[in-house]
């Protein structure tokens, strides 16, 4: 039996299974894209901290848990009278490593949401002035 055909969507593309062809990307598109993300060096930086403190804190909270039951738990289960002190002290060790890379998330959402709302109003303006622009030129030649 052949193969489907991919699926053809709106506007006309259908899927490329990973294949990207690179020769059909404007390079000045992504020059003006890199524009944009240069305006906010500082902002951009402190994002890719914050990812990677969110990612770095996940896997130390997934990891730190199978500590937890290992070294801990386990063993507290097999005691008469278990002494919790060390069990609550790690736990809220992971406590704070969660809220750590929850307050990570927290400030790339922030910093990405101001800096997309920023940018989106500093394009409206600049295409607000050249429509104004191409306007004035229509109407001038239409007189």
Known sequence: MPPMPAPKGPGGGGRTHGKVNFKALNKNTLKRLLGYLFRYKIAFSLVLVCILV???TTVLGAT???TIIDDYVTPLMVQQNPVLTGLIKVIITMAGIYA???IA????GLLMAKNTDTTVI???ST???LWEIICRRV???LV
């Open 54 to 56: 969110s990612a770095v």
């Open 64 to 66: 730190f848990l199978q």
């Open 100 to 102: 750590l890379g929850t």
């Open 105 to 108: 998330a927290l400030v790339q």
């Open 122 to 124: 500093r394009e409206e």
């Open 127 to 129: 295409l607000g002035m």
């Open 139 to 141: 109407s001038v030649s």
